[in-house]
């Protein structure tokens, strides 16, 4: 493999943003994912290989890492940084056409919940395995949802929810994305949720944790 | 006199009004007792020489509208007279239900005000047919956090949760509690981050401003209504904390220091008037115990229907109310599930009654073992020690601001943590020790004032998140 | 020496092959500890100086068919899992699980064979990846009471039960235990009516003589594998009656009756071979331990998930495993509803262990706090006291027949309950106490002969409801 | 009121089967229900009358008296021995039709669950309520109970089950009731079972306890 592929890939997975920042202090002083990237595209590489050699493998080292216990949530923000810092470097070929996420996936806390730490969690991850992200917040209704499918048609929909007096709200969620589109696929998640009462609403999909989500979303992508 | 009225010094210059404990005697930290003991209406002694049973619960899967309200306020009199009705059987001498509100019964007030009337009147009941004492603690939901960044002073929110907190507590809701969220814009992200210092700007210095502006206006209704202002629990974080670090999303050693932090926010209320019976989910108690005397709630193994915990036993070490923190109104094999939990919560507190019962060595030594049955397995459960909490909270009081309050109480927190590590009796692994001497350095870059701490850390912070104004600052 | 081959005195004279206790002290029947301790395969040593979490568990509201045994079996692998995860997260020293088959389960052992391997796989995996010592405990249900009247001894169903109980201990069952029926057809219509001698008959007539037959086989297939023949509790008797008491249904006083009853059928399954641990619905465990040193599992109140308890402190005071007799596999809001149930019971170990770890002293002031709690609260409660245990064995003991022994235990727990009246210590209404008269004259009326026994009673009971061959009469 | 009803009534109340039985202590040597029915008779009481003033006024009484927890169930089952006894003197103007039950009442515990306790209990304070009652026992599937409704229309059914596992079964039962009589009412019991679950399964009435079951039972006949 490429060096600088390499050497991104590693930045990547242990959150090294750029030159600057001081963190992980093993490699305090060299490049981050901001120069990495910079230096690939200017060597010429394809940026598709980049995205598809350098960061996703990246980020689904730290997937696997952070499934096994292994790190922490903080050090997998770093690397979703580190990520971000090499997107930013990569937006002219997203918006070209010449490089392609996996797909869109839009995700929000359900109406009436304000719990988002965990919706959070699953947007980083998803990002991290090569989706494009909408991030509708908390408190968010059927008609947003909707509306954001109609912005992004084809778009996979991720709804979240905590409280057992929220997670209902659900069903009436995936009823009308269904109507607008019955092939519009709808992942849940939230503590309380589980794979009887994804059946129950007609969502698709079920997953206890980002990992299975990414999985998931993966094969649909595949 | 008319405390509100008066303005003291420590308020003047936002300083902590504690300058010294109440309990300097790890040995008189003990369950069922406080030095200030809360006696309610229906006569229940709050810390005065007994350990009730707080009962927590709420809904089972549904909405909450229009159509399903005549459910709703079944479910909460079938909680009530199930537990109450079972509290007798089992010769309980006092029962605190809380009745934690959801979104809708706080936006439309008179859903929640009728839930506390109708369980309200089945208190009242068992108190007139069976002599049982119960009252209710009312626990309406901050729905500030609805709008984002949050208008922490001038929503429009705070009109119906001023509303249900004055009407709620003419209904029968006696003691009042909230678990306020001011300070969470800025420490959602920094608990995920692991930033100690972003925690300490949110709880030392937004949660403070905003527990006083809150408290103020509850210990004053509380004071007009003749009811009790009891505490504000800080739920949003070290709960929260507590809850991360059991998934391995964050370091234990790290919930630690989040839960010590949380006091200087949390005593607040005792400050402003309130008198306790604090809340249980944050588990900041042991510390307010300590430093003001007041009686405290707290949660431990029998909360496991509601989350996973590290401190089990240890927890109830000085409890003087021992909750479950939250449980659905579903069937289990036995009844309801409210019920099985009123049933073990009654004999966990059965058990530290007996000890009071028995004396001060029998005390002790109940104490000793719940305590030392977790100390070591967990760093939060290690500073919820007795003598920890003790030393931790003479730490906190010394300083003169309560950035600095927070900074010592934490830095103490990592003397402890590291003592046990070193003496071998706590072992941690290397991806928990490593975040230590990042958090000392942390703290160490802390200036005593609070003014320089938010000099320092505006610049780190995402300005979108949060509005300084809505802090007064 | 082949013990089953042998025949003793006491087998051939039909009379209790205990004469003394192996525990004659109250103090040295202590949790944690038995005289004979049980060693297992992955490394518990029960009864050896630590209690340990006995989790039990059943499906939430399902069919079990063909159709749906992916999903059954996908519960017990979840359940498994969960409760294994969490108790390494715990730092457990050890884990029993506890399978109770359905009757689908049982009929075709197969399904019962597959779940005992799916959770035997993950045993082991734990077992090998975090030195994580568990076992399963597998308890077939008995499927001879689907025939009315029962056939004991020439049930076509005894087939499929002998071979689930062999080939579920091949595949990893290493504890056997069963809930057996015998007497019941008789029990049941005597416990509605609060007929001690039709109770005692029932047991210490009927029970002990399919207990004789029962256990013979199982003690020599669990020798013939190598595996443990644990104990068979009284379930459908003792507890039964505790259930129905609580629903204050019938007397309290008449189930501590035949809680005392129920020990002269259970101890047969020691005298056939049995080593423990004896299991733990019928509470009928601690009378074992004194008599024959064998450690036990109890439940208490954290089986509040199962049914409502009037023993739930007491009943740990010498227990060697904690159970929560049976949770169904529903999610709470923390996680699954076993998960939550091996934290508690995992806690509550804890703090036993604890105090064995401190000593003497430490574990007698607890099992004090756990036994005071509860003693004069109930008198099933009462009779679990240790020196009470140790008073009605010493009755239990002395007789020269299980009739004999039954009845002079019951009559010692009269006794002790009647004395408890007087000293004003307990408290009763009169609806119950008006029936200790009339249960001392009942026992009183009773003959030490089996044969007299027989004899009295047979004119008096409906001989359409059991047949009297298939008890070997 | 008449005298002997007066007595007879209290004869059940208390439990006093006939003049020889020594329960309860305070009527020994009287009279019980047994003679007391056939004096009244022989006076030329309304059979009718003897039912419906003193025996199931007696039940509800000691109906009562079990609710408040103020007597026992042997308490309870000797005063239905005391109807029963009673009623043997009354079968044949219930053969001839001159005095009716409020209706015929078919109960079992489902396919698969041998539990009975409370089934027993059910069917014998709802024979104190003045039905008459089939108890088809334990492990009863679907067929039998179709076919005993065969035999007796226009009976109420109720299904006792405490088995998570084999509560389930009452789903199908209902629905082969209705479908040969969709007037047929059900009700349902049993630990495990609840509100919800009874109009999941299209069942008319969830009882938690005999005394509910007994009133609902009572304003269907009404
Ligand atoms: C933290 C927390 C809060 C914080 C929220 C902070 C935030 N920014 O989100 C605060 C304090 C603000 C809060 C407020 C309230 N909370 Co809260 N809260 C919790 C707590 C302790 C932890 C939740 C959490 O963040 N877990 C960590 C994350 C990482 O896990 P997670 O959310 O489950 O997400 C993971 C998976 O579920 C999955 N996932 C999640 N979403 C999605 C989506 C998709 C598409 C997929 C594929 C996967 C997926 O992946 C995630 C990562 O692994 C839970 C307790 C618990 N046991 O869950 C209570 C809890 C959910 N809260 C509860 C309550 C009652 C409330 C309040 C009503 C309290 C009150 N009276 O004020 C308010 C409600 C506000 C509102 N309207 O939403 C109750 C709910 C009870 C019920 N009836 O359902 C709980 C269960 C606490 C309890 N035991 O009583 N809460
Ligand atoms: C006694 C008992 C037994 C006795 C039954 C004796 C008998 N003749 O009935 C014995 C020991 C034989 C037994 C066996 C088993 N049992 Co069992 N048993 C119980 C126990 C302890 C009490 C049930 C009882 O009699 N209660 C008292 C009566 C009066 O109450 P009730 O039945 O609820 O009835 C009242 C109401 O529900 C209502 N009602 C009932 N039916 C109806 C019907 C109608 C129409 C109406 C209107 C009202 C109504 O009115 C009644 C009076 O108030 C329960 C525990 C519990 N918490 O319920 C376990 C329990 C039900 N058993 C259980 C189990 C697992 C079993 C076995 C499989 C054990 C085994 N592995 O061997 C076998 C199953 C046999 C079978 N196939 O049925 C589990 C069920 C778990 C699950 N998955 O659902 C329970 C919950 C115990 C536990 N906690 O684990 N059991």
Request: proline content about 5%; some cysteine; hydrophobic content about 45%.
């Amino acid at each position: 493999m490429n060096e600088l592929i390499e050497k991104l890939l590693e930045a990547v997975e242990f959150g090294k943003v750029d030159l600057k920042s001081p963190y992980p202090p093993q490699l305090r002083g060299q490049d981050g994912s901001f120069e990495l990237t910079q230096k690939a595209i200017e060597t010429g590489i394809n940026p598709q290989l980049i995205l598809e050699s350098a960061l996703i493998p990246a980020m689904e080292r730290v997937g696997k890492k952070f499934s096994e216990n292994k790190i922490f949530v903080p050090q997998m923000l770093m690397s979703a940084k580190a990520m971000g810092a090499s997107m930013v470097q990569l937006k002219p070929f997203f918006a070209s056409g010449s490089i392609k996420t996996k797909g869109t996936f839009i995700i929000g806390t359900v109406k009436g919940d304000l719990h988002d730490i965990g919706k959070n969690l699953v947007a980083m991850m998803v990002e991290g395995g090569g989706w494009s992200i909408i991030d509708l917040g908390v408190d968010v209704n059927a008609d947003r949802f909707v509306e954001a499918l109609e912005n992004n048609p084809g778009a996979v929909i991720g709804l979240s929810a905590l409280l057992t007096t929220t997670m209902v709200n659900m069903g009436e969620i995936v009823t009308r994305i269904k109507a607008q589109n019955a092939d519009t696929k709808v992942l849940i998640g939230g503590a309380p949720v589980n794979d009887e009462f994804c059946r129950k609403i007609g969502a698709d999909f079920y997953a206890p944790d980002p990992q299975k989500a990414v999985e998931y979303l993966n094969k649909l992508a595949s | 006199m008319k405390l509100c009225a008066l303005v003291f010094w420590w308020q003047k210059h936002n300083i902590m009004k504690y300058k010294s404990l109440i309990i300097n005697n790890p040995e008189d930290l003990m369950f069922g007792i406080a030095p200030k003991p809360v006696k309610t209406r229906r006569g229940l002694e709050i810390g005065g020489g007994q350990v009730y049973a707080e009962l927590n619960f709420t809904l089972p899967i549904m909405s909450i509208n229009e159509g399903t309200l005549k459910e709703v306020y079944n479910h909460y009199r079938e909680i009530a007279e199930g537990a109450l009705e079972h509290a007798v059987h089992l010769n309980s001498k006092g029962v605190v239900l809380e009745f934690e509100t959801l979104l809708e019964m706080t936006k439309t007030p008179s859903i929640g005000v009728e839930i506390v009337k109708i369980m309200n009147d089945i208190c009242e009941e068992y108190y007139q047919k069976h002599g049982l004492a119960s009252e209710i603690r009312l626990t309406p939901n901050d729905l500030r956090e609805f709008e984002r960044p949050a208008l922490q002073r001038t929503s429009k929110f705070l009109e119906p949760m001023v509303e249900l907190f004055e009407r709620g507590m003419m209904a029968g809701g006696d003691l009042l509690s909230i678990e306020s969220t001011g300070g969470k814009e800025v420490s959602d992200e920094a608990l995920m981050m692991c930033d100690v210092k972003g925690v300490l700007f949110a709880l030392a210095v937004l949660g403070v401003r905003d527990m006083q502006f809150l408290w103020g206006k509850i210990v004053s209704l509380a004071n007009k209504h003749g009811k009790i202002a009891a505490g504000d629990s800080a739920c949003g974080f070290a709960n929260t904390a507590m809850v991360l670090a059991e998934k391995k999303y964050i370091p234990k050693v790290f919930a630690a220091m989040v839960r010590v932090i949380s006091v200087v926010r949390s005593i607040v209320a005792m400050e402003q008037g309130a008198v306790g019976p604090d809340k249980d989910c944050g588990y900041e108690g042991p510390f307010l115990k300590a430093i003001t005397g007041i009686p405290i709630s707290m949660e431990g193994k029998t909360s496991a229907c509601a989350h996973f915990s590290p401190l089990g036993n240890i927890a109830s070490a000085c409890a003087d109310l021992w909750s479950n923190e939250s449980v659905q109104n579903i069937k289990l094999l036995s009844g309801m599930a409210p019920t099985a939990y009123l049933e073990q919560l009654e004999y966990d507190a059965r058990l530290m009654n007996e000890a009071l019962r028995a004396g001060k060595m029998h005390c002790s030594i109940l104490q000793q073992l719940l305590v030392s049955s977790d100390i070591y397995t967990d760093p939060q459960a290690l500073i919820l020690a007795p003598e920890n909490v003790i030393r931790i909270s003479k730490a906190i009081v010394k300083g003169d601001s309560y950035v600095a309050n927070a900074r010592d109480g934490a830095l103490t927190a990592l003397d402890i943590i590291e003592e046990a590590l070193l003496s071998g009796k706590m072992k941690l692994p290397e991806m928990e020790t490593s975040f230590l001497p990042i958090f000392r350095d942390d703290l160490n870059s802390i200036p005593d004032s609070e003014n320089d701490f938010i000099a320092m850390m505006l610049p780190m912070l995402d300005p979108g998140k949060f509005i300084l104004s809505e802090y007064g600052l």
